[in-house]
């Protein structure tokens, strides 16, 4: 019997958009942090791809470190930051709880891990946000981000542009950063608890924003899910990073927060090795560029990363029993 692996948390592209957004209002230079992170500078053109959630924290504590400090970073990006990148999960609107409760549902739509939810406590409903403990690098910054964001949310999906929280629970130390912070200067603020999290006065989430602009809607996610077993989760970063070329487990263990050594225990608690995953992934690749494609046999080996047709040839046969040219005209 197989053992249960955690997996690799994963995050959609467009995650990013509103620290690179927020960079360019200030004129800071992202593409520096995004390579130093290992995420190709053209990130957003597939908003939808899905990326190790280390990779982009790594991004984000570098980003923030490298204009003064990460946890200022977090907050300002998540109060000036675009997102209508979320807004898209919560529509349509009948009242503000309503999209709110949308949110907590269908975020992991764009977050593998991610973990929203709405708690009735007396005449407040609290915004809870549980955070990834095994991720480090980040943490703080990503948290206070999330706490301004989750601030946001409830200030369009009310309608109410200033409103702030009378209580509000963080997960970090204390901070000067957090208290001195002017949307947070009036709000009784909690350290050390095990959740993030907001008060909302409970007759507020009966209201519905008055704005007729909404999100533009027009481009969905259409891709899978992201996976929430380590088999599937481990997939989808290697075809993330994939083009002609396969990366080695190296690179893939550098960009999940994991020593190879460690990649390498789970891949055999799973009981598969590396090399399985490749051929797996390849294979599917392959069968798709056959039947779907009008690209030579040659075109295809070069595709998937062969050095020669007669490789390819060799290793399709041994996958199915068959020469690519038969598989192609069954």
């Known amino acids: 019997m197989k053992t249960a692996v955690k997996a690799i948390p994963l995050i959609r592209a467009s995650q990013l958009e509103p620290y690179l957004t927020f960079m360019d209002k200030i004129r800071a230079n992202s593409n520096k942090f995004l390579e130093q992170s290992k995420i190709r500078v053209d990130v957003l053109n597939?908003?939808?791809?899905?990326?190790?959630?280390?990779?982009?924290?790594?991004?984000?504590?570098?980003?923030?470190?490298?204009?003064?400090?990460a946890i200022e970073f977090g907050l300002h990006t998540g109060n000036e930051g675009n997102f209508d990148f979320v807004l898209g999960l919560m529509y349509p609107i009948l009242t503000a709880y309503d999209a709110l409760n949308r949110l907590c549902l269908f975020t992991r739509l764009h977050s593998s891990q991610a973990n929203l939810w709405l708690s009735e406590k007396g005449?407040?409903?609290?915004?809870?946000?549980?955070?990834?403990?095994?991720?480090?690098?980040?943490?703080?910054?990503?948290?206070?981000?999330?706490?301004?964001?989750?601030?946001?949310?409830?200030?369009?999906?009310?309608?109410?542009?200033?409103?702030q929280p009378s209580k509000i629970c963080l997960q970090m130390k204390q901070n000067s950063s957090i208290k001195q912070f002017k949307p947070l200067q009036n709000t009784e603020i909690k350290y050390k608890q095990k959740l993030t999290a907001i008060a909302i006065d409970s007759t507020l989430l009966s209201l519905t924003q008055t704005s007729t602009d909404s999100p533009d809607l027009s481009s969905p996610i259409n891709l899978s899910t992201p996976a929430r077993d380590f088999f599937g989760s481990l997939r989808q970063v290697i075809q993330s990073l994939s083009s002609n070329n396969y990366p080695n487990l190296k690179e893939v263990a550098d960009i999940t927060g994991m020593s190879s050594r460690t990649?390498?225990?789970?891949?055999?608690?799973?009981?598969?090795?590396?090399?399985?995953?490749?051929?797996?992934?390849?294979?599917?690749?392959?069968?798709?560029?056959?039947?779907?494609?009008?690209?030579?046999?040659?075109?295809?080996?070069?595709?998937?990363?062969?050095?020669?047709?007669?490789?390819f040839s060799r290793a399709f046969k041994r996958w199915t029993g068959i020469t690519p040219q038969l598989f192609r005209q069954l």
């Open 46 to 69: 597939t908003p939808e791809k899905l990326l190790p959630e280390y990779q982009v924290w790594d991004f984000i504590e570098r980003a923030g470190k490298g204009n003064g400090s």
């Open 123 to 163: 005449s407040e409903i609290w915004f809870c946000r549980q955070g990834i403990p095994e991720i480090a690098v980040g943490q703080k910054a990503v948290e206070a981000y999330t706490l301004m964001l989750m601030i946001n949310l409830v200030r369009y999906t009310t309608g109410l542009k200033h409103w």
């Open 263 to 311: 990649l390498q225990r789970r891949l055999k608690e799973a009981e598969i090795s590396y090399t399985e995953i490749i051929n797996q992934i390849q294979f599917e690749r392959a069968k798709t560029l056959l039947k779907e494609s009008n690209l030579t046999l040659r075109e295809i080996s070069e595709a998937l990363g062969y050095s020669t047709q007669g490789h």
